[in-house]
C-alpha cells in the first residue's frame, strides 16, 4: 500500500519561514519523481517544485529563490523548505509521486497559512 505522508504546515506570518516534509512507503522511492503542488480556494492545483531521483530540480516561477526542495532516498522523504513566506502562497499543499509507468500518488495535504 502506497502512503505519501506530508507533516509541516501551519500559520506564519508574511516573510517567514515553513518546512514541509513527505514521508513515502510502498513505492520504489529513488524511482519516482517527487514534486510539491498547492491548491488555494477557488484556484487550480499549480507544480510548486518536484525533484527527479538523481536530483534534478524544477521550480515554479513565482516560488524561485524563495523554496528548495530537496530528497534522502535512503530516507524515503522529501521536503520543501519554504522562505519569505507571501499570503499569496497560502493554500494546501500536497505532495506527489510520479513515474512514467504507474499512476501518480498523492498525500492527503497539509495546509499553509501565511497571514499577519
Known amino acids: 500500500q502506497v502512503q505519501l505522508v506530508e507533516s509541516g504546515g501551519g500559520l506564519v506570518q508574511p516573510g517567514g519561514s515553513l518546512r514541509l516534509s513527505c514521508a513515502a512507503s510502498?513505492?520504489?522511492?529513488?524511482?519516482?519523481?517527487m514534486g510539491w503542488y498547492r491548491q488555494a480556494p477557488g484556484k487550480a492545483r499549480e507544480l510548486v517544485a518536484r525533484?527527479?531521483?538523481?536530483?534534478?530540480?524544477a521550480y515554479a516561477d513565482s516560488v524561485k529563490g524563495r523554496f528548495t526542495i530537496s530528497r534522502d532516498n535512503a530516507k524515503n522523504t522529501v521536503w520543501l523548505q519554504m522562505n519569505s513566506l507571501e499570503p499569496e502562497d497560502t493554500a494546501v499543499y500536497y505532495c506527489?509521486?510520479?513515474?512514467?509507468?504507474?499512476?501518480?500518488?498523492w498525500g492527503q495535504g497539509t495546509q499553509v497559512t501565511v497571514s499577519s
Open positions: 506527489n509521486a510520479h513515474e512514467a509507468w504507474s499512476p501518480d500518488y
Open positions: 510502498g513505492i520504489i522511492f529513488n524511482a519516482y519523481t
Open positions: 525533484i527527479h531521483g538523481g536530483g534534478t530540480t
